[in-house]
């Protein structure tokens, strides 16, 4: 099966530019997570959606990150404006709904914030 | 937060020695998790341990799982070069909802 699909890549931008990142979970994956990994850090989730519903977004800095899962399938994660400390790789993953589901990880979006 | 530690955070071996990872955590969990990163890359899962369980084995991977510690080991047994990575553990609390919280990694070095 394909796996998790992450666009862009790489993207380097401003202090207060805007910035968008895609995701496609693997097929039939109820749950969608978007996570901040910082340098020498582990990842760090910031929202998580069951189909196109939140279920937890109590780490997302909801006055600059704002995400959506339209349709239960892709998601986009936004962040305006950027500052210096968002400077991050953002991760998404998605899993099976239920316990003990493994999680599967897109390639990750290197994010440089100048 | 982050809810796990691992220790040590790196580990230098050399190829065909075994290396020993180890991480501790706060709160009650449904099941514990441990995955690896390359160097540029996203996460990749290894093994997964229920609460009720005590040792997991998958290849040349053996976890085991103390949760009156409330701790857990990573072995990897004759280490080979492509082993050169970052791991992680990553809880799901009790009523998490899914929810992982991942540590800081231990960064492992496998020399030829």
């Known amino acids: 099966e394909a796996g998790v699909a992450q666009s862009p890549r790489y993207k380097i931008i401003e202090k207060r530019q805007s910035v968008a990142f895609w995701c496609n979970p693997i097929s039939g994956h109820a749950t969608l997570y978007w996570y901040q990994q910082i340098l020498g850090q582990g990842p760090k989730l910031l929202i998580q959606f069951q189909n196109n519903g939140v279920v937890d977004d109590s780490q997302l800095p909801k006055d600059r990150f704002s995400a959506e899962r339209l349709k239960g399938v892709d998601s986009t994660l936004k962040i305006q404006p950027a500052k210096l400390e968002d400077s991050a790789v953002y991760l998404c993953a998605s899993s099976r709904w239920g316990n003990y589901n493994e999680q599967f990880f897109g390639p990750g979006t290197r994010l440089t914030v100048l | 937060s982050q809810q796990g530690e691992e220790d040590p955070q790196a580990l230098s071996i050399q190829e065909g020695e075994n290396a020993t990872m180890n991480c501790s955590y706060k709160?009650?969990?449904?099941?514990l998790q441990w995955y690896r990163q390359n160097s540029g890359r996203g996460l990749v899962h290894l093994i997964l341990i229920r609460s009720n369980e005590r040792e997991k084995h998958s290849g040349r991977l053996r976890v085991t799982l103390d949760t009156s510690k409330k701790s857990s080991s990573l072995l990897i047994t004759a280490s080979r070069a492509a082993d050169t990575a970052s791991y992680f553990c990553?809880?799901?609390?009790?009523?998490?909802?899914?929810?992982?919280?991942f540590g800081q990694g231990t960064r492992l070095t496998i020399n030829p």
């Open positions: 709160t009650s969990i449904n099941n």
């Open positions: 990553a809880t799901e609390h009790l009523r998490g909802a899914q929810k992982l919280v």
